[in-house]
């Protein structure tokens, strides 16, 4: 990085919630850490249940597994540094740190646009054309679409981070964000960055057009297909199979997209701080409540797990 009679930076410091007052410090602090807490329990759950429930084998299960695992890891790339961050002599991050967490963030970011585009498949696949369920969403197939997805997103990420990591920074070492996040960190370079952002903005559009593109063709088709149904009991099933991940899917995209298909930086980056919290923080934990309260077969599989260990 060039950055003529001025020294390149070594690091950031993450100012997270410190311009808070204590009170509203010590209450995120202890909320993030009991969403952290309950998001890994949730997960894990998910996880446990589904790899020793043979009667959760099915690709639907599968990929909530990879979805829980998935969530596991995006939400320890950010919430154990935040915790950290909270005193002041920690709230610096090296630049090479920097990078590795926004790799791992992004990555994990893009994979979970994939994965729920994958879910919707699955489930229009199985309300669409039930008969043939099991030769098109084979175990088979069930895993090259859990590889696709997760290389799919590292491969982006790479790019994405390699390309706001060329740039010069020289300036300010202060990040007004709890993590690494690419438009906070873009808006630290010291040169003009508008055509970075608006090649950023086209590719975080090119990153979630091709999976948005694949939930709204298969929920058209639900749709089509649970309309044409005689069947008061069988339109009831299909709404409720689709239902969590709907809301999963409105609440994920609803705040990435607030936050990242835009050309300049908000204005207000106390908000931007709030709509990475929700997308984040909030929806991996939300996730495992989201798909076992409304699954029976989950909350079956619970209940023996519970009744096995004799916990009840």
């Known amino acids: 990085m060039i950055c003529g009679n001025q ?8 100012l997270g919630f410190l311009d808070l007052n204590p009170y509203l410090q010590n209450s995120i602090f ?28 099915t690709p639907m299960y599968l990929f ?17 540094k935040t915790l950290i961050s909270f005193r002041p002599s920690n709230s610096s991050i090296s630049f090479e740190a920097c990078a590795v967490q926004m790799f791992l963030f992004v ?11 994958v879910m919707a498949y699955d489930r229009h696949i199985a309300i669409c054309k039930p008969l043939r369920y099991k030769v098109i969403i084979s175990q088979r197939v069930c895993f090259i679409l859990i590889i696709v997805s ?17 740039l010069p920074y020289c ?23 508008l055509m970075n952002e608006i090649t950023l903005f086209i590719a975080n559009i090119v990153a979630g057009i091709f999976p948005f593109t694949l939930i709204i063709f298969s929920y058209v088709n639900i749709l089509l297909t649970v309309l044409r149904m005689s069947s008061t009991a069988g339109r009831q099933r299909a709404f409720s199979t ?31 701080k709030l709509l990475s ?13 989201i798909y076992s309260l409304r699954n029976k077969d989950v909350k079956n599989s619970l209940k023996k797990l519970v009744r096995k260990y004799g916990f009840v």
């Open 277 to 289: 919290l929700l997308y984040s923080v909030v929806t991996p934990m939300l996730n495992p409540l």
């Open 242 to 272: 689709c239902g969590s991940h709907l809301f999963s899917v409105t609440l994920f995209y609803g705040s990435t997209t607030c936050m990242y298909l835009r050309l300049r930086p908000s204005v207000s980056q106390e908000r931007d």
């Open 107 to 117: 990555s994990m970011g893009i994979t979970e646009c994939f994965f729920l585009a």
């Open 150 to 166: 997760w290389m799919w997103g590292a491969f982006i990420s790479a790019g994405l981070t390699r390309f706001i990591f060329s």
């Open 171 to 193: 300036g300010s070492n202060v990040i007004n964000h709890f993590f690494c996040d690419m438009p906070a960190v873009l808006s630290q370079a010291s040169s003009d960055t």
């Open 30 to 57: 202890v909320l993030l850490l009991l969403v952290y807490l309950a998001t890994l329990i949730g997960n894990i759950i998910i996880i446990f249940l589904v790899s020793v429930d043979n009667s959760l084998q």
């Open 7 to 14: 020294s390149s930076l070594s690091g950031f410091t993450l």
């Open 64 to 80: 909530l597994r990879n979805l829980s695992f998935l969530e596991v890891c995006f939400i320890s790339t950010t919430v154990p």
